[in-house]
């Protein structure tokens, strides 16, 4: 089992930019596939970014794509968004996942742990 903490969240402006991160407790952190996912409000939890157990492979959300990026530290037990050129749209409550598996996936019911968020947003 692992628990997920998440920081780095606050208020920031159109164009701006912020680095969340996800620190990790529990055993054999880097067993874990670890996602970003993030939901605004009325809105279902949608996927943001995942990458896999050693970080050399990255899926993104085309909404974020060249804007986002997604990292992780095996060794601090930490997975991190890097949030570029935000928009209003981004503005979301944003949770980490993860999932103990090989497999990177995208869909939110495959991920088997989750955080209790932070909040992002962007004011215009």
């Known amino acids: 089992q692992v628990q997920l903490v998440e920081s780095g969240g606050g208020l920031v402006q159109a164009g701006g930019s912020l680095r969340l991160s996800c620190t990790a407790s529990g055993r054999a952190f880097s067993n874990y596939v670890m996602g970003w996912f993030r939901q605004a409000p009325g809105k279902e939890r949608e996927f943001v970014a995942a990458?896999?157990?050693?970080?050399?492979?990255?899926y993104y959300a085309d909404s974020v794509k060249g804007r986002f990026t997604i990292s992780r530290d095996n060794v601090k037990n930490a997975v991190y968004l890097e949030m570029n050129s935000l928009k209003p749209d981004d503005t979301a409550a944003y949770y980490c996942?993860?999932?103990?598996?090989?497999?990177?996936?995208?869909?939110?019911?495959?991920?088997?742990?989750w955080g209790q968020g932070t909040q992002v947003t962007v004011s215009s």
């Open positions: 990458i896999s157990r050693s970080g050399g492979t990255t």
């Open positions: 996942a993860a999932r103990f598996d090989f497999q990177v996936v995208r869909g939110r019911n495959e991920y088997d742990y």
